[in-house]
């Protein structure tokens, strides 16, 4: 054993998962470290930085960056162990789901003897709207997560079922896809069980369940929390990353709005809470107005249904164990923390007597719990009073002393207590568990909550005995065809502002030591060029806005023209064209790739428009140069020989408006299907009548050219900007009055 | 016993040119608790693409209805036949129950599910909802509790709650929250009936938000009050607004934890128009009770 580890094992945490590991994962953990050398000097500093700067290569940078570190260190779990534990959660889960069916059923385990009817009708995430409502499919919980650590006896225990919108999907991919890339020996030397074929799975399960409408992914969109794990998610499961405003309900079905033909969606996952999910029901001010009614007639499917939150009350865990023995007849075998619900008066007494080494949890979803330990004399009094004006809605939780896993500060090895979210999803056979999860360790206090705020991710791996084997690799999903409008438009704008920031940045040098008065320096300080940083900022934006349509390769490239912009410096001339260039040919054919052309060509247009009007008769033949295009021929065109009719109208040149229109409107066709564009066809004619005059290229150039670029104009506005209907209130009358 | 026909128009104005509008209505009486339903119709104006009806949560009937653009009106008309054969609550044929021994009764209910005089599943859940804060239903004040006299039955604690509020209150048209009717003596007709829900859930009773139409010639239908659970004696229905229990001149729409639950429309436009405004009528018109219906 290595000298950090000799220092780990001597500091002696009791309750270790390397420490107390036997066998085959003893043998997989000193794997892991042994080839991870960590006791090289500096290595784990290194390891820390290149965990870092792959997360930022990756997306997770700027907005989206995570709020808390990726430790390098996996969680290692043995095989049979794991085994063990999934069968006991996929069980706690089937029990979850017929829990779910009940309480917006028939209501049978509600009552004296089960389960009391405070803690449902009690519990924010219990949704009225939603009674009645059934699910044609297997299950309500298409997928569902439980926050478990290891208790000081060595049993697996669960601290708090997530069943409202799943999170950390995503985020644990990428997790898998760091760490493997950063401590790729060490991953190589164990068999580590993959995550792929669980969202492979949980893909199908989705498909078949809305067959033959198609599965689709509802996100609060890029300026959300979840932005980031919901696109991530979106693009393991192959699924369309949908807004409110992307979906519209028509006869009690959900349509998806697509610049093509709109598809009907069949299951809409959501990565909302159901309560944002229709204004109409619900929430006001977010979601699809009618849509709780089109899943009571049956016209789409929510997943997970539509209330599920209810499951997330801590005081339903004091029930479980007798629920469990009720429907299915069995002991519950992931038991849970030790909880008591305040809404018993003997419960409450016990809670209120012991505040101070309890955790305090209120029935709210997304509550992560009061350490009693750490409050302060006056706040235990007032905590104990609040939970007497409303007993109901709290809960007391015995803190579990969760087993330690060695997590590395950057230059020693720490025993952090560690809780792990394992995922599970449904299918026709039950519940299937990811091989692995998110793991969090957190500061040593004692007990763990759920999952907080504060702590470190960690990967986990689930490794089975015997030599490393080959495994296959993910099945590729089916590429999406589905193209919501407002996705378009963020990659048409992306394909405007990249090209618009390489024309301009040719400008720019073209005008370095250019002479004052010369065609590129009047370019370059006209005010309707707009700025580099401008074009950068948009890029980003709209790039993060079509996460989940982008391949993963362009991402270390807008890192690097985020640290331009932060650091007010102009991006350098590599970035632009390189984002360009991964863009051309790493998009996929369905349109996508089209919608960033038609941008470059539309900002084509307009540029070369622009730099004519401010052009003298001599600057037009320098615009061709500028243009990159010194060659062309410029003999037998219509409208004479002159430069502004080639530049114009020329079919022959590259760099004519003409051809840039052509451009765009071919492959808006791609993107479109045949949508009928009658400003497109307003600026040919009037470029075309410009250009078949012998005048052209007199004084009054700008003039003439003015109706052509107020146009186009407008053509940016309709086609970049999405505008889609938007949902709004009836006025609430008081009634009566 | 009364027979009205009740005539309830809610109707939006605005320039909505495309989209579709989303409405949830309820203008459908219920039936039975000593009122009769006879018929129930729904005109909608213009013609919906889809309505359908259903019972919500405490089983009021519900329809649906998506009305396509373009329109400048949007009009509901809902005309309904009641027969209401209902007698004002009787304190001398119910149980007599210090409003204290009530309270003890829901705290049980709500601990343990089970109540004293077999309620079903359906009555423990309604009267633990009845029990639970809700949105527009805030805990009252330690002064406001201090209204409700110790050791006085309820039905006699009801009635005189009730009494002091059609006096001490002053009528307002619009809504000032239930809070401030109580602190400042003026509020509507839905500020009296959730200061009622208000003191009674404070107290530690089950109470109900009621939308309903009173009959009163000359004036508009509109109305709701309070209903609270006794122990063996089911909802008694107060009406702080004329300061009584509810008689044969009370049509009940339907009921829920406060007047969010129980709006005759809730709307939402998925469109690009213009703002809407919306009124309300109802008219009550004493009939003849139809053939064959008396009883």
């Known amino acids: 054993m290595s000298s950090l580890l000799d220092r780990y094992a001597a500091h002696g945490p009791g309750h270790d998962e390397m420490l107390q590991a036997a066998g085959a994962t003893r043998t997989a953990w000193q794997r892991v470290t042994g080839h991870a050398g960590i006791d090289a000097p500096g290595q784990l500093a290194r390891y820390r930085r290149a ?66 009817p405070e803690i449902v009708i009690g519990s924010p995430g219990f949704l009225r709207e939603a009674d009645g409502i059934t699910q044609p499919g297997h299950h309500r919980l298409a997928v569902a997560g439980i926050d478990v650590a290891r208790n000081a006896d060595g049993s697996w225990v669960a601290l708090t079922d997530r069943t409202d919108a799943v999170r950390g999907l995503g985020h644990a991919m990428e997790n898998r896809r760091i760490i493997a890339e950063v401590l790729a020996p060490s991953y190589r030397a164990v068999r580590v069980r993959r995550l792929g074929p669980f969202f492979h799975e949980l893909h199908t399960s989705l498909q078949e369940a809305g067959a033959p409408h198609r599965p689709a992914l509802l996100t609060a969109g890029p300026g959300s929390p979840a932005a980031f794990d919901d696109a991530a998610l979106a693009g393991l499961l192959g699924l369309p990353l949908v807004q409110d405003e992307d979906l519209e309900v028509q006869d009690n079905q959900l349509w998806l709005a697509s610049v093509r033909e709109r598809t009907r969606v069949g299951v809409l996952l959501r990565g909302v809470p159901a309560r944002d999910c229709d204004p109409l029901e619900l929430r006001p001010g977010r979601g699809v107005p009618g849509l709780v009614h089109a899943a009571r007639r049956g016209g789409v499917q929510v997943a997970n249904s539509l209330g599920s939150a209810v499951l997330e009350n801590p005081a339903l865990l004091t ?125 040593d206090d004692g007990g763990a909550t759920a999952l907080p705020r504060e702590g ?54 073209a005008a370095d030591g250019a002479a004052p008065g010369s065609l590129p320096a009047r370019l370059a300080s006209t005010e309707e060029l707009g700025t580099l940083t401008e074009d950068a900022r948009q890029i980003l934006t709209h790039a993060r806005a079509a996460r989940s349509e982008l391949p993963a390769e362009i991402w270390p490239v807008v890192f690097r023209l985020e640290q331009a912009i932060a650091a007010a410096t102009v991006p350098t001339a590599a970035t632009l064209p390189a984002l360009a260039e991964l863009l051309a040919h790493r998009l996929p054919h369905n349109g996508r790739r089209a919608a960033v052309a038609a ?85 040919d004619d009037l470029l075309e009548e410009l250009a078949a005059r012998h005048e052209v290229g007199l004084s009054n150039l700008a003039e003439e050219l003015t109706p052509g670029r107020w146009r186009l ?7 970049l900007s999405h505008v889609p209907l938007r949902a709004a209130g009836l006025p609430e009358e008081e009634w009566p009055t | 016993m009364s027979t009205y026909l009740i005539e309830h128009r809610s109707s939006h104005r605005g320039q909505v040119a495309r989209g579709t509008t989303y409405l949830r209505a309820l203008l459908t009486p219920r039936d039975g608790g000593g009122q009769r339903l006879h018929d129930a119709e729904l005109h909608v104006s213009p013609d919906p693409a889809e309505t359908s009806v259903y019972r919500d949560f405490d089983g009021n009937r519900i329809t649906h209805v998506d009305v396509p653009a373009p329109y400048e009106e949007l009009e509901l008309r809902a005309r309904s036949t009641v027969t209401v054969t209902r007698r004002a609550a009787d304190p001398a044929h119910l149980p007599v129950l210090a409003w204290e021994q009530v309270v003890a009764a829901v705290r049980q209910i709500r601990a ?175 009939v003849s009770a139809p053939a064959g219906s008396a009883g």
């Open chain 1, 51 to 116: 965990v870092d700067a792959a997360r930022r290569s990756r997306g997770l940078a700027g907005p989206d960056a995570p709020p808390w570190p990726l430790d390098p260190l996996p969680v290692v779990i043995g095989a049979p162990e794991w085994d063990a534990l999934a069968a006991a959660a996929a069980q706690r889960l089937e029990l979850l789901d017929a829990l779910l069916a009940d309480l917006y059923g028939p209501r049978r385990l509600l009552g004296p003897g089960s389960l009391p």
């Open chain 1, 319 to 443: 029930y479980l164990p007798r629920l469990c023995r009720e429907v299915r007849g069995e002991e519950l075998q992931l038991t849970s923390a030790a909880t008591y619900w305040c809404g018993d008066r003997a419960m409450c007494s016990h809670v209120i007597a012991n505040i101070g080494r309890l955790v305090i949890k209120s029935a709210r979803p997304g509550h992560g719990g009061i350490k009693g330990w750490e409050l302060s004399i006056d706040q235990r009094a007032e905590l104990s009073a609040r939970i007497a004006a409303q007993p109901w809605a709290w809960s007391g939780q015995e803190p579990v002393r969760a087993s330690t896993t060695p997590t590395t500060d950057g230059t020693t090895l720490t025993a952090a207590p560690t809780v792990l979210r394992i995922f599970g999803a449904a299918s026709q056979t039950g519940f299937h568990l990811m091989p692995g999860g998110l793991g969090r360790v957190l500061p």
């Open chain 1, 456 to 509: 470190t991710a960690k990967d986990v791996w689930v490794v089975a005995p015997g030599p490393t084997e080959d495994t296959p690799p993910d099945v590729a999903l089916p590429a999406r065809s589905v193209l919501p409008p407002r996705t378009a438009a963020n990659l048409l704008q992306l394909g405007w502002h990249l090209e618009h920031a390489a024309r301009t940045l040719r400008i720019q040098q």
């Open chain 1, 599 to 683: 941008g470059g060509e539309l900002a084509r247009a307009e540029h070369t428009l622009l730099a004519m009007s401010l052009a003298t008769e001599q600057g037009l033949a320098q615009l061709l140069t500028l243009l990159d295009a010194p060659d062309t021929p410029t003999a037998g065109l219509p409208g004479a020989d002159h430069p502004a009719a080639t530049l114009l109208w020329s079919e022959t040149s590259p760099v004519s408006v003409r051809r840039h229109l052509a451009g765009l409107r071919a492959h808006l066709a791609t993107v479109s299907g045949d949508q009928a564009l009658p400003l497109l066809d307003d600026v």
């Open chain 1, 713 to 719: 104009a407008e053509l940016r506005r309709s086609l």
């Open chain 2, 112 to 286: 343990t599910g089970r109540g004293e005089h077999g309620e079903g599943m359906a009555a423990v859940i309604a009267i633990v909802e009845g029990a639970h804060p809700s949105a527009l239903v805030p805990a009252p004040s330690d002064d406001a509790l201090r209204l409700l006299p110790p050791g006085t039955p309820l039905v006699a604690l009801l009635a005189g709650l009730a009494e002091q509020m059609s006096t001490a209150i002053r009528r307002s048209p619009t809504s000032v929250g239930a809070d401030r009717a109580l602190r400042e003596g003026v509020g509507s007709i839905q500020d009296l009936a959730h200061l009622m829900c208000s003191l009674a859930r404070g107290a530690g009773l089950s109470a109900r938000y009621v939308a309903g139409y009173r009959y009163e010639p000359g004036v508009d239908g509109a109305h709701a009050w309070a209903a609270v659970w006794l122990p063996g004696g089911g909802w008694l229905h107060i009406d702080p607004a004329s300061g009584a229990f509810i008689d044969d001149r009370y049509v009940v729409l339907g009921w829920g934890r406060d007047a969010v639950d129980v709006s005759p429309v809730r709307g939402v436009q998925l469109t690009a128009g213009g703002p809407v405004t919306r009124t309300d009528h109802v008219t009550l018109t004493p």
